[in-house]
């Protein structure tokens, strides 16, 4: 009695037999006032003798009278049939309410079904209703992208896992293979110590920076950052200074060409990681002596930072997946080459933080000329996303 099927049985019941109710009460009110109707009855018949209707014991028949018998039997025929017709109308009426109620609610019965045999581990299943375009359909749609967005997300987590756990497996097996043979043995000369120790350091610096990676990727999807105005080109400028020494290290020239009072809307720390990883890149992988340009402007109510450097550059078929997680080119035509400390998460994690600005990350590069990485996002009155490399 609780379901909402019996709740719309009812509902539709009572309507129909109050409408039918109110209709069949108002033709018989209508009949009535327009019929004169005198019930024929013991006292009526003394009352007609005592005025001399009668002579004896025979009436005198009047044809009002007789118009006043047929309209009685007429009046006490249509309630009879009246109230038959109500009781046959209200178990008709909760037959239809019922069947109408079920083929009503059947779409959500489907959903139900199939939500209940969708399970973490298989979110391929889908609803995939048929039927017109109304509200159900539009609720099954809705549930259907809704189970899209998970499968995504649960797949996107399972590779990360599993990209994870395999880049913490060698690191985890470096230092367990030295420990046991050099560190742990004490046979070992003190020469191969000290290169036991260097490539535990290496190994631990490595998962460092993986696990610092990881969680920067994750904090930036969660919901506690408040964005706020902030200047471009000033957090290009703090990513310069960060890594000013290191390119000087390398006998890099790192030169900067940045317009200031370019606002966006964001993040300050994710941003700057995002300029500085880029830059990380570029200072890691230029030849020593070159140039790594840092530049930033506005175009089409769009403001924009990049960096440029004359590193091995990316091949054309290898362009869309040097954003992806843990993902390494080739030696010589890929920016994680030669990256030995570093996990591959970089430049997933400037892709991320980019699009989390409702920007988008671009980048322009051939082997043997280097790279340019530009990432774009919205200004004040921002149009389609520029198209070419904004540094020319």
Request: proline share 4%; net charge neutral.
């Amino acid at each position: 009695m609780q379901t909402i099927r019996f709740r719309l049985t009812v509902l539709y019941s009572g309507l129909l037999i109050a409408s039918a109710a109110l209709l069949l009460g108002a033709i018989y009110f209508a009949v009535a006032n327009a019929t004169e109707q005198r019930p024929y009855t013991v006292e009526y018949a003394k009352a007609q003798t005592r005025s001399g209707q009668y002579l004896g014991k025979i009436p005198v028949v009047q044809v009002e009278e007789v118009e006043n018998a047929v309209n009685v039997r007429t009046m006490e025929t249509l309630r009879n049939y009246s109230i038959g017709t109500l009781a046959g109308l209200f178990l008709v009426a909760l037959v239809i309410g019922w069947v109408l109620a079920g083929r009503a609610l059947r779409p959500i019965r489907s959903i139900t079904r199939t939500a209940a045999e969708i399970q973490a581990t298989d979110l391929a299943r889908r609803i995939n209703l048929e039927g017109p375009r109304d509200e159900l359909r539009d609720l099954a749609e809705t549930v259907d992208t809704m189970l899209g967005r998970l499968e995504d997300a649960f797949r996107a987590q399972r590779q990360l896992i599993d990209d994870a756990s395999h880049e913490l497996r060698s690191p985890l097996a470096i230092i367990r293979a030295n420990l046991d043979a050099v560190l742990a043995a004490p046979e070992a000369t003190e020469e191969e110590r000290h290169r036991a120790v260097a490539i535990v350091d290496r190994a631990t610096t490595r998962m460092t920076r993986l696990v610092e990676d990881l969680l920067a990727s994750a904090r930036r999807q969660a919901p506690a950052f408040v964005d706020a105005d902030v200047d471009l080109a000033a957090i290009a400028n703090e990513a310069c200074e960060e890594f000013a020494a290191l390119a000087l290290a390398r006998n890099l020239t790192l030169r900067r060409r940045l317009r200031p009072g370019l606002s966006t809307v964001g993040d300050h720390d994710a941003l700057r990681r995002a300029v500085g990883n880029l830059i990380s890149n570029a200072v890691r992988l230029a030849p020593p002596g070159t140039d790594v340009t840092v530049a930033a402007g506005e175009r089409d109510g769009w403001v924009w930072a990049a960096v440029r450097d004359a590193g091995p550059g990316i091949a054309e078929d290898e362009r869309d997946r040097v954003f992806d997680r843990f993902w390494r080119g080739h030696a010589g035509g890929d920016v994680s080459s030669r990256r030995d400390r570093h996990t591959g998460l970089g430049l997933a994690i400037v892709r991320q933080i980019v699009e989390s600005h409702g920007g988008q990350v671009r980048v322009f590069s051939e082997l043997g000329t280097g790279s340019t990485f530009v990432l774009w996002l919205p200004g004040p009155n921002p149009g389609a996303v520029p198209e070419g490399d904004p540094m020319g």
